[in-house]
């Protein structure tokens, strides 16, 4: 139910209550401690894991945003909301 709007590099999110919040993209640190994908795309970390291997992670770029389980080897980054 949220407005999602690029920004050129992340998201606005917009909840039908009217806040919204700023994802920008981040882009993600590999397994081997590459760093890719800033300013074209993010993965952000829940805090929820699903085992020791993997964890919800939101993905997002310019034109796909998806929920899935991911590798936890990788660096995503974690917007703290309250």
């Known amino acids: 139910e949220c407005e999602w709007i690029w920004l050129g590099n992340?998201?606005?999110?917009?909840?039908?209550?009217?806040?919204?919040?700023i994802l920008p993209a981040a882009g993600c640190?590999?397994?081997y401690g590459d760093v890719r994908g800033v300013g074209t795309y993010s993965h952000y970390r829940s805090s929820t894991?699903?085992?020791s291997d993997f964890?919800?992670?939101?993905?997002?770029?310019?034109s796909?945003?998806?929920?899935?389980n991911y590798g936890r080897c990788i660096g995503q980054s974690v917007r703290l909301v309250q």
């Open 29 to 31: 640190r590999g397994c």
């Open 49 to 51: 894991p699903i085992d």
């Open 64 to 68: 796909v945003v998806n929920v899935d």
């Open 10 to 21: 992340g998201y606005k999110v917009t909840g039908p209550n009217g806040e919204s919040i």
């Open 55 to 62: 964890a919800w992670d939101l993905y997002f770029d310019l």
